[in-house]
């Protein structure tokens, strides 16, 4: 039996970097999302020389290299960059596990020695085609195998296993926490060193953890793999912190979707029957559309192009944080669908809807008003529209007071004239004329702290013609906000 | 316009999150706008009353006390004090309150609020009031039975209608609602505006405060924040025309302010008393304690010392001041009956009583010291007696003792008032503005530790950490950061200052639960309880005073006992320790800075000593006190004198002025300031919370001085000392008790070196240097210094011989006491003949035996570490599946390399009692990189490079931005010096790597080494611990 590790060091950087249309080439490292006292993840190799090493904080970390780029992980680009993993190695064989985050591996059954080094290297080759430098080993049982990825340059594979073993860090075999500690403290830092000890006495020492980690130390752990069910979902998938406003990141991100599923497809004999894309938008809605292929395939740069086509001419409310691309799979040949059929066809969805009469109206006009809390009359977010009406508050112990406002939708703009600080004419588009008599002001102010700062004056003015008015002053501006009835 | 109005509702910082300005802030405030009085109310404490008091007082302005109380119900009443009575009912009921809740969850019920309410008057409060809080929940009938409560408990003459208007809209409507309820049953209408802040721009710091105590940011506030700015304090013009319908409510609260009589200058405090024997008088009982004691101490009483006891003692009992001193005696009486090392410093060294009662330990008529200092007629305020201590449980069980003998609250520690510091400040006022945590994380990382006095401004400060100058609320973050800088943010216990009222504390201050179990504290802190002239002790714990405890109860138990009463005082080779700055360990003179100086000053007596302590203070050094003296001791300046009458004052300091009592007596004898004035001096030297009390005095001494023909050179120079000493002066007298102990830390170094080692090791963590740096220090003083070990140690370290030490058990980090102490108990019984023996006898876990095996401990008993690693392992069988094999085998493992010996010392005992780990990289270092013993014979401005351990980062306030680091390697420290900019472009290695290179010029002067550093890297090794170092203290 022999078995093939495909292997992406610093897997979750490494999956952040590729989801980027501009690449990192310098050091970067991976920050823990802890909100207080983050710590580095992982480092890429241009980091590590600089001296960054995982465990550092961030202000430790730039004071020793001030290029570092510091990103966080992203669970979808983990996903889409295992995917792509994945579909590397369903090309070498049916037979594949994804055994951990960065790692799959293969059963190479029915491979040659000759074929099988070189299948092993183009698959390698394939994931740097997509992004992932990845390395490989092939021994004769999955660890060993993952034990050789890991030195592999790119690719290795163990014929001499006591030769092999004998020099690694003992932390290729991934004691449990404890036991590394204690068998630091005895000085085994090797796999040779560990198997030299007497199993017994180790097991007596250690517990069963311990007999287990002496036997992978001493290459005697094997395991049969536990393959992956044949791919049936082909889709990617990725959000990002950064929203994409224009379409050539946007675009670097679909074409690594596109490779990536090509490749799956194709390595299970499938073609992509029809596109479907997603887009979040940062407005927390989504641009969904399908777009039906003439004729199936998995070919990277028709599928590519038929996105490019739809892209081009798509203006999105606002900007783009995540997408989403599945192809349905189908056997080739198949049925080809209609020549024109597009996804207006297709039921959109009050989401789309949404977006697109925001498209018209512009962004944030679009939603279900809710008051803000504050002290800012009028001040409102809007919301998504619920699914179900809410019941209405209890009724104050303290009902309304005073006559009803008429408002006007805006204020109108006004001209006051004061007597000292009160108003004593105004004139407006409603009214005109000598104030008898002015309450006020009340004053409210707020957003001190930021840009959108506001602070306004209010007045109830009664004219001598008639009539009780609300006025507003901001700064030196006034406006009368409504009548009373 | 002559308005008559008083501000009866103010409320300030010590709300504790729900006043925005601080009491001297709406103090002067109030002064400004022509306000007779005001009224300070924080919520459930009179937190800041003293300091309203203290600043109503200096801008004249009549300081109301009162208090917000938290009801059962959750509203919050305002209660004003009109008498003595009712601040005694009102202290005790806020203390029963406080003593029986959790702390900050005080509640009063109304039932026992009835019961303290004479001399009270309350207010029906604001929004958060009982009386619009029922009126929003249940409306009219709400209201009604909430006034109908008050008016119960306060009749309709000890309460007023409370009405507010802060125009915001619908205001009005509760307002008319009170008037028509006040009108309705006769109860007073009273206009307030309930002032949470000063000025109207202190709105921003309440709006932040309000956000921290709900645990929100500010765009997310919403409702909690306030409409406006209106909430600050307003003159009475303003009120007049606020209230324009209402005049009646404005001049009510003078009608208010004139039957609030009660004023903290009328508390009623009485001085302790002491229970004497029976037929005794506590004059007469202090007159025979004294010239008991003063016949055993001076041997025989002169003429002098007589007199001094006379004049002291009559003075003493015209003030009534007798209990004081036999509470202190007493309580001295205490630590020597328990063993317990005791010594007051301070100002009561000043007094011959003191010393006769044996409270202290310097002679003050030999000394010469100044009396005035400690006790004068005229005084203000008390002075208070500090005892020092052995720290941690014995100064423990002396505090405890105080609790039990003056029970029930009679006695409670003075508060510290905790405030915003940078690092508080920025955490808190980004979070308010929703800044990122990591910005904030970075800038406390960068700009956050101790003493450092940024060199660089907040803007490039905060860029540097990471938020960019086009931030739209770094406007908002850089005018927030400096108003909540030294706001109180919460109160905490003073490090040992006690305030003893027998049985009636609480009846003058309030008193609460400290968050240490067992402790009380006192809402008012220790400048609180002078300026209002509560005397207090302070239990003051020092290390060093444990330490030499400890050396001489090993000294006792080995046979070669010391007495330190007894010590010759002119020991050559103490002095020849401490002009070679061989210090590390000695008490006060072991820092950097002091170890610079003392091979420049060479103490040759007892006196230079307490000079040496005395001129390494800020104080002195801005004074620029510290050269001329230098100089002058050294014969390269003449000792001259501004004005001839100052050399008797002068004289032993060569014409300089480094002791507060030199500028409280040239007050005296230039200025002809009465023994009050000089008090009053002593008071606004000591006093940091205003520079204008200490220009006040400055100016009233230059006069004085003029008035008196003192020359116009001798007048600034005398202002000038003055002014550097606000900064931080020490008293003589201070300086001389310390210098005992200086002087018995050294002796016992010289003489006595394993048991002043032992002593240090087990009481750290102590003084300047970690355990590590004391003992390659005790190494290279030829003090072999033995591992721990399981057959030997005992729990402390021990002295086996007159040059060797056992490092004890207790430094084994994780291993549990108790644990051991089962163990040595074991072993006293019979000695573990083999580690199955050792093992099977004692009660140690499994991380525990690893820890003694890894550490060495075992040794004894396996051969080596890894021999006993690998046999303490055959214990666990964590599984039990093995329970077959033999584990008797011998172990397969080799012995631990030297490098791995150091490591396991340092990860297991943060020491290595071997070589210093530099010695065991030094051959893997460049060549070039210079040991620190090495440094002494090159020349100045020799060019080199030195490497080690990081022990020691500093940058004095005094040091105008350099930094002070020290490096430790195999021979010692080198000291490097690092200029502002050098520390500003690498302040991250500086700050945060354990091991450091440093290259630069060698200054040699006098004997004092140091490199001038040009450029710092890390140095960085897989063998070097991360050894402890003593960082911006």
């Given at each position: 039996m022999r078995y093939a590790a495909l292997h992406a060091a610093e897997f979750a950087l490494q999956a952040v970097l590729r989801s980027e249309a501009l690449p990192v080439a310098g050091p970067a490292a991976l920050l823990s999302d802890r909100a207080r006292g983050a710590t580095l993840l992982e480092a890429n190799a241009p980091a590590r020389e600089a001296g960054i090493e995982p465990g550092l904080t961030a202000?430790?970390?730039?004071?020793?290299?001030?290029?570092?780029?510091?990103?966080?992980?992203?669970?979808?680009?983990?996903?889409?960059?295992?995917?792509?993993?994945?579909?590397?190695?369903?090309?070498?064989?049916?037979?594949?596990?994804?055994?951990?985050?960065?790692?799959?591996?293969?059963?190479?059954?029915?491979?040659?020695?000759?074929?099988?080094?070189?299948?092993?290297?183009?698959?390698v080759d394939r994931l740097r085609f997509l992004g992932i430098e990845a390395t490989a080993g092939i021994a004769r049982t999955p660890l060993i195998a993952l034990y050789a990825a890991r030195l592999a340059r790119p690719v290795l594979e163990v014929h001499d296993e006591p030769a092999f073993l004998s020099p690694l860090p003992l932390s290729a075999?991934?004691?449990?926490?404890?036991?590394?500690?204690?068998?630091?403290?005895?000085?085994?830092?090797?796999?040779?060193?560990?198997?030299?000890?007497?199993?017994?006495?180790?097991?007596?020492?250690?517990?069963?953890?311990?007999?287990?980690?002496?036997?992978?130390?001493?290459?005697?752990?094997?395991?049969?793999?536990?393959?992956?069910?044949?791919?049936?979902?082909?889709?990617?998938?990725?959000?990002?912190?950064?929203?994409?406003?224009?379409?050539?990141?946007?675009?670097?991100?679909?074409r690594r979707f596109v490779e990536r599923l090509a490749l799956g497809l194709s390595g299970a004999g499938l073609s992509a029957g029809e596109l479907r894309l997603e887009l979040a938008l940062e407005d927390e809605t989504t641009h969904r559309r399908s777009l039906g292929l003439p004729d199936p395939t998995a070919d990277p740069e028709?599928?590519?192009?038929?996105?490019?086509?739809?892209?081009?001419?798509?203006?999105?409310?606002?900007?783009?944080?995540?997408?989403?691309?599945?192809?349905?799979?189908?056997?080739?040949?198949?049925?080809?669908?209609?020549?024109?059929?597009?996804g207006l066809k297709d039921p959109h969805g009050f989401s789309e809807t949404l977006a697109r009469i925001e498209a018209l109206l512009g962004a944030g006009s679009v939603g279900t008003p809710r008051l803000e809390p504050g002290h800012r009359p009028d001040s409102f977010a809007l919301d998504r529209p619920a699914l179900s009406v809410v019941g209405m508050p209890p009724r104050p112990a303290l009902g309304p007071l005073g006559p009803p406002l008429r408002r006007f939708r805006p204020p109108l703009p006004a001209e006051v004239a004061c007597d000292g600080a009160t108003p004593a004419f105004l004139r407006c588009a409603a009214a005109q004329g000598r104030v008898r008599s002015a309450r006020g002001p009340w004053i409210s102010s707020g957003q001190w702290w930021s840009a959108g700062a506001w602070a306004r004056e209010e007045w109830d003015a009664e004219l001598e013609p008639g009539g009780v008015f609300r006025l507003l002053r901001s700064g030196a501006v006034w406006r009368v906000d409504g009548v009373y009835d | 316009?002559?308005?008559?109005?008083?501000?009866?509702?103010?409320?300030?910082?010590?709300?504790?999150?729900?006043?925005?300005?601080?009491?001297?802030?709406?103090?002067?405030?109030?002064?400004?706008?022509?306000?007779?009085?005001?009224?300070?109310?924080?919520?459930?404490?009179?937190?800041?009353?003293?300091?309203m008091h203290a600043s109503a007082r200096e801008s004249g302005l009549r300081a109301i006390v009162g208090c917000e109380l938290a009801m059962e119900d959750g509203s919050a009443l305002p209660l004003l004090v009109a008498t003595r009575g009712g601040y005694r009912a009102l202290s005790r009921l806020i203390s029963t309150a406080q003593l029986r809740s959790p702390k900050g969850q005080m509640r009063v019920s109304w039932e026992e609020l009835a019961d303290s309410s004479p001399g009270l008057i309350a207010l029906t409060g604001d929004c958060e009031g009982p009386l619009l809080g029922a009126w929003r929940q249940s409306g009219d009938a709400g209201a009604l039975a909430a006034l109908r409560r008050l008016i119960s408990i306060f009749g309709t003459d000890r309460l007023g209608v409370e009405i507010q208007r802060h125009r915001v809209r619908g205001e009005d409507r509760a307002n008319r609602m009170l008037a028509e309820l006040a009108r309705a049953h006769g109860v007073p209408l009273v206009a307030t505006n309930g002032a949470c802040h000063a000025t109207p721009e202190g709105r921003e710091v309440l709006d932040v405060l309000t956000c921290i105590r709900n645990h929100t940011h500010l765009d997310a506030a919403g409702d909690l924040l306030t409409h406006n700015a209106e909430r600050h304090l307003k003159g009475p013009e303003e009120m007049a025309r606020l209230f324009g319908d209402l005049p009646g409510a404005v001049a009510q609260t003078a009608r208010f302010a004139e039957r609030l009589e009660f004023g903290l200058e009328s508390l009623g405090y009485e001085f302790p008393t002491y229970p004497v024997p029976c037929g005794e008088t506590m004059d007469s009982f202090l007159q025979k304690l004294t010239w008991f004691g003063a016949q055993q101490r001076y041997g025989g009483i002169s003429p002098q010392v007589r007199s001094q006891l006379e004049r002291e003692l009559a003075l003493i009992a015209r003030l009534r001041f007798e209990g004081y001193f036999l509470v202190v005696w007493d309580i001295c009486s205490y630590c020597r009956q328990h063993g317990i090392l005791v010594q007051g410093r301070g100002s009561a060294a000043n007094s011959a009583v003191c010393y006769a009662l044996g409270i202290t330990a310097v002679d003050p008529v030999g000394g010469r010291l100044l009396f005035e200092r400690f006790l004068s007629e005229g005084c203000r305020t008390w002075p208070d007696i500090d005892l020092d201590l052995p720290s941690g449980e014995r100064r423990e069980r002396v505090i405890q003792e105080v609790y039990r003998r003056y029970a029930p609250r009679g006695a409670a520690m003075t508060a510290n008032v905790i405030t915003y510091r940078s690092r508080s400040a920025m955490r808190e006022i980004g979070k308010a503005l929703n800044l990122p945590e990591a910005m904030i994380g970075c800038f406390c990382d960068l700009h956050g530790g101790g003493d450092y006095s940024p060199t660089l401004e907040l803007r490039d400060q905060l860029r540097m950490a990471g938020l960019p100058e086009s931030h739209p609320r770094l406007p908002a973050l850089l005018s927030l950061y400096p108003r909540l800088r030294g706001l109180p943010r919460h109160l905490g216990q003073h490090s040992g200052g006690m305030i003893i009222c027998r049985g009636e504390l609480d009846s003058v201050m309030p008193l609460e639960n400290a968050a240490m179990a067992g402790r009380i504290v006192a809402q008012w802190d220790k400048d609180d309880c002078e300026d209002l002239g509560i005397v207090k002790v302070d239990f003051l714990g020092l290390g060093m005073m444990a330490a030499l405890q400890d050396s001489l109860e090993i000294c006792q138990a080995r046979g070669r006992p010391v007495d330190l009463a007894r010590i010759p005082k002119d020991d050559p080779a103490t002095f020849e320790l401490l002009q070679r700055a061989d210090t590390v360990g000695v008490f006060q003179v072991e820092s950097r800075a002091q170890m610079a100086t003392l091979p420049r000053m060479k103490p040759r007596d007892f006196y230079?000593?307490?000079?040496?302590?005395?001129?390494?203070?800020?104080?002195?050094?801005?004074?620029?006190?510290?050269?001329?003296?230098?100089?002058?001791?050294?014969?390269?300046?003449?000792?001259?004198?501004?004005?001839?009458?100052?050399?008797?004052?002068?004289?032993?300091?060569?014409?300089?002025?480094?002791?507060?009592?030199?500028?409280?007596?040239?007050?005296?004898?230039?200025?002809?300031?009465?023994?009050?004035?000089?008090?009053?001096?002593?008071?606004?030297?000591?006093?940091?919370?205003?520079?204008?009390?200490?220009?006040?005095?400055?100016?009233?001494?230059?006069?004085?001085?003029?008035?008196?023909?003192?020359?116009?050179?001798?007048?600034?120079?005398?202002?000038?000392?003055?002014?550097?000493?606000?900064?931080?002066?020490?008293?003589?007298?201070?300086?001389?008790?310390?210098?005992?102990?200086?002087?018995?830390?050294?002796?016992?170094?010289?003489?006595?070196?394993?048991?002043?080692?032992?002593?240090?090791?087990?009481?750290?963590?102590?003084?300047?240097?970690?355990?590590?740096?004391?003992?390659?220090?005790?190494?290279?003083?030829?003090?072999?210094?033995?591992?721990?070990?399981?057959?030997?140690?005992?729990?402390?370290?021990?002295?086996?011989?007159?040059?060797?030490?056992?490092?004890?058990?207790?430094?084994?980090?994780?291993?549990?006491?108790?644990?051991?102490?089962?163990?040595?108990?074991?072993?006293?019984?019979?000695?573990?003949?083999?580690?199955?023996?050792?093992?099977?006898?004692?009660?140690?876990?499994?991380?525990?035996?690893?820890?003694?095996a890894a550490s060495g401990a075992l040794n004894a008993l396996a051969g080596h570490r890894r021999a006993a690693l690998w046999a303490v392992e055959a214990e666990a069988d964590p599984d039990g599946l093995f329970a077959g094999s033999a584990s008797g085998e011998l172990s397969p493992l080799e012995a631990m390399t030297h490098l791995e010996r150091i490591a396991a010392?340092?990860?297991?005992?943060?020491?290595?009692?071997?070589?210093?780990?530099?010695?065991?990289?030094?051959?893997?270092?460049?060549?070039?990189?210079?040991?620190?013993?090495?440094?002494?014979?090159?020349?100045?401005?020799?060019?080199?490079?030195?490497a080690g351990t990081v022990i020691c980062r500093q940058r004095p306030g005094t040091a105008k931005g350099f930094v002070f680091v020290s490096l430790e390697d195999e021979t010692g420290v080198a000291n490097a010096v690092v200029r502002p900019n050098l520390f500003e472009a690498c302040r991250a290695v500086i700050t945060r790597e354990p091991a450091l290179a440093i290259q630069g010029r060698l200054q040699v002067h006098e004997g004092v080494i140091h490199v001038k550093a040009d450029l710092i890297l890390p140095l960085r090794s897989a063998q070097l611990p991360a050894a402890a170092s003593h960082d911006f203290h």
């Open positions: 202000p430790q970390a730039l004071a020793r290299c001030a290029q570092l780029a510091l990103r966080v992980r992203s669970p979808s680009a983990e996903a889409e960059a295992q995917a792509a993993l994945a579909a590397a190695a369903a090309a070498l064989s049916p037979r594949a596990e994804r055994t951990a985050p960065g790692l799959i591996t293969v059963d190479l059954a029915g491979h040659p020695p000759p074929a099988r080094l070189a299948l092993v290297r183009a698959a075999a991934e004691p449990e926490p404890g036991l590394a500690e204690i068998l630091e403290s005895w000085g085994i830092r090797t796999l040779g060193a560990l198997a030299a000890l007497p199993q017994a006495q180790v097991g007596l020492r250690l517990g069963a953890a311990g007999a287990r980690l002496w036997e992978r130390a001493a290459g005697r752990a094997d395991r049969p793999i536990d393959p992956m069910p044949a791919e049936r979902d082909f889709s990617a998938a990725l959000e990002w912190e950064e929203p994409i406003e224009i379409l050539e990141p946007l675009l670097f991100i679909l028709i599928l590519f192009r038929a996105l490019h086509t739809h892209l081009e001419s798509l203006r999105t409310a606002s900007a783009v944080c995540g997408a989403r691309l599945s192809a349905e799979p189908v056997r080739p040949p198949v049925r080809q669908q209609d020549l024109f059929e597009s | 316009m002559t308005e008559r109005y008083v501000e009866l509702h103010g409320r300030s910082a010590f709300s504790f999150l729900r006043g925005g300005s601080a009491p001297e802030e709406m103090a002067a405030q109030a002064a400004r706008l022509g306000l007779p009085a005001l009224a300070q109310c924080d919520r459930n404490g009179l937190y800041g009353s003293v300091r230079d000593i307490a000079v040496e302590i005395a001129i390494i203070r800020p104080g002195p050094i801005h004074g620029d006190a510290v050269h001329p003296y230098l100089e002058r001791r050294a014969g390269r300046q003449p000792v001259t004198y501004a004005d001839p009458r100052l050399e008797p004052i002068l004289g032993r300091t060569l014409g300089v002025t480094l002791f507060q009592e030199q500028i409280l007596r040239i007050a005296m004898v230039l200025g002809r300031f009465t023994a009050a004035e000089a008090d009053e001096l002593r008071r606004a030297i000591g006093f940091k919370r205003s520079d204008g009390r200490m220009q006040r005095m400055q100016e009233k001494l230059r006069e004085a001085m003029v008035r008196n023909d003192v020359g116009p050179q001798a007048v600034e120079e005398v202002v000038r000392s003055l002014a550097s000493f606000a900064l931080y002066g020490f008293p003589e007298s201070h300086a001389l008790s310390f210098a005992l102990i200086v002087y018995a830390s050294s002796y016992l170094k010289v003489h006595r070196p394993a048991e002043f080692y032992a002593g240090l090791i087990n009481n750290q963590p102590m003084g300047f240097y970690s355990v590590a740096t004391l003992v390659q220090d005790a190494r290279r003083h030829g003090i072999r210094v033995k591992p721990a070990c399981a057959a030997a140690s005992g729990w402390e370290t021990s002295v086996e011989a007159d040059d060797a030490i056992r490092i004890g058990l207790h430094r084994i980090r994780g291993l549990r006491e108790e644990a051991a102490k089962a163990m040595l108990r074991t072993r006293a019984e019979r000695p573990f003949a083999s580690l199955e023996d050792f093992s099977a006898r004692t009660s140690f876990d499994p991380a525990e035996r690893r820890l003694l010392d340092y990860r297991t005992q943060s020491l290595t009692v071997g070589e210093h780990p530099m010695g065991a990289l030094r051959a893997s270092l460049d060549p070039g990189i210079l040991r620190s013993g090495d440094l002494a014979g090159l020349p100045d401005g020799s060019r080199v490079t030195v």
